[in-house]
């Protein structure tokens, strides 16, 4: 499993930025990777499904069944590109958020796990990964000798609760990786001097969440608690006391 912070490391590397750079997806997206954006109204399960009739694609069966909640991004992946969808009644801070948390998915639930199997394996094992064939015994074997799955990831949707605990991380390393991406935190703490761990301090890191680095309020919100209880220093005993 890719981690955020690998991730990102990678994806830096390529595309020769530093950790305090802030990756603007709309542009990196297409112009870098095999991606395309689609932004529908009222994006639901449904709606999707729907845009892929149209195109005369096939929609995922394991997707049919799903209810038509409202969605604020969406992701199918398959052969090393994708389909990112996003909800066009969304402001632009949700919209550039989601977008990131899309493509966490993409870079750390197939594009990179993908490339990871190409070189331990070979390029032919591609074949099987993306379902024109069956695994050969011998690369089934590898793959449990490596710890590893010949199984990637092809479609991601918001979880809703009901998707179990795996489905449930996956969301929270896409949460991870879009706010590292969006709001590198050694960016973020240089505009936070003295920074203190108490609740105090949250109003101030969600007012530059807000305003410097353009997070939607609730995610601000979550992401300021976070940065205050990791990244602020200890209070003075006295002034935990009130002395």
């Known amino acids: 499993m890719i981690d955020p912070e690998q991730a990102l490391q990678r994806l830096r590397l390529f595309l020769g930025a530093d950790d305090r750079t802030i990756l603007e997806f709309e542009q990196v997206l297409p112009q870098q990777f095999p991606v ?6 009222n994006l639901s399960v449904s709606a999707v499904r729907s ?3 149209i195109h005369q694609l096939p929609f995922p069966m394991s997707l ?18 994708a389909v990112i969808f996003l909800n066009g009644t969304d402001d632009a801070c949700q919209h550039r958020y989601s977008l990131a948390h ?7 639930d197939h594009l990179f796990p993908r490339e990871d199997l190409s070189k331990r394996f070979g390029a032919r094992v ?4 993306d379902g024109l064939r069956p695994p050969t015994p011998d690369e089934r074997v590898l793959a449990i ?5 010949l199984v990637l990831h092809a479609h991601l949707f918001e979880c809703d609760g009901s ?3 795996g489905r449930a991380r996956a969301e929270s390393r896409a949460d991870t990786f879009a706010l590292e991406a969006l709001a590198p935190h050694r960016c973020l703490l240089s505009l936070l001097p003295d920074l203190v761990a108490h609740s105090s301090e949250v109003p101030r890191i969600v007012h530059v969440l807000e305003t410097v680095f353009h997070l939607p309020h609730s995610v601000a919100e979550v992401y300021a608690h976070r940065v205050c209880c990791r990244y602020g220093r200890g209070l003075d005993v006295r002034l935990r006391l009130g002395i």
């Open 36 to 41: 395309a954006l689609c932004v529908l109204p």
């Open 102 to 108: 899309e493509a966490g998915h993409y870079f750390m």
């Open 145 to 149: 000798l490596n710890r590893t799955s």
């Open 64 to 81: 049919e069944q799903q209810p038509g909640r409202q969605l604020h991004g969406a992701i199918i992946a398959r052969r090393g590109g």
């Open 51 to 53: 845009w892929f009739q």
């Open 163 to 165: 998707d179990g605990s």
């Open 126 to 129: 591609l074949e099987a990964v």
